[in-house]
């Protein structure tokens, strides 16, 4: 059974095939993949991919991916979750993407700290990594705020339209939590 998340404004949920156009709303947008190391989607039908991607990383206990909808107001507004899971390890990668309408409203910070403790409380993980495009600032300082270390740089580490960038490798252990 897919967890569901809560917040005082948020619910995180399983994305659905529903959700497919709230996914295309967001990876259409070159503002949100500019730092993705994803090209922008062109097609409903890449969005329904996305949901099936998400889907079979959380059967195969790949990562885990919710859709974080605001309460009360149908349709998610982006998504958060765990990438790179590795349950032996105990130790997992966080991802997010809010659409552009959406940011400065303290939604990712809100989720992404809701997910922190989903990690470290129910899925025992010890450390959560974060990989951040260099010039991406808003995740710098959100990661930072919330307690993430720089550990250094990844060279050439995602490539987007093509082109490698560097990215900067975060990480939050949960003893220091």
């Known amino acids: 059974m897919f967890p569901i998340l809560e917040t005082e404004r948020l619910i995180l949920r399983e994305i659905t ?22 090209e922008t989607i062109k ?3 890449q969005a329904e991919k996305f949901v099936e991607f998400f889907s079979r990383n959380y059967n195969e ?5 919710w859709g974080i909808e605001r309460k009360g107001i149908k349709g998610i507004v982006g998504t958060i979750g765990f990438n790179s899971w590795f349950a032996k390890h105990k130790r997992a990668e966080v991802g997010y993407e809010i659409h552009p309408d959406q940011w400065r409203k303290g939604y990712a910070a809100e989720a992404i700290s809701k997910v922190l403790s989903f990690g470290f409380d129910v899925m025992d993980l010890s ?3 974060a990989v951040v495009f260099i010039d991406n600032e808003a995740s710098k300082n959100l990661l930072t705020k919330i307690g993430f270390q720089k550990e250094g740089i990844l060279k050439e580490y995602m490539y987007q339209n093509g082109v490698a960038h560097d990215t900067y490798v975060y990480s939050l252990l949960k003893k220091n939590k």
């Open 17 to 38: 095939k529903d959700d497919a156009k709230g996914i295309f709303a967001c990876f259409s947008n070159e503002n949100v993949t500019r730092y993705y190391g994803q």
């Open 127 to 129: 450390r959560i990594g």
């Open 43 to 45: 097609n409903i039908e």
């Open 61 to 65: 206990k790949r990562g885990i991916r």
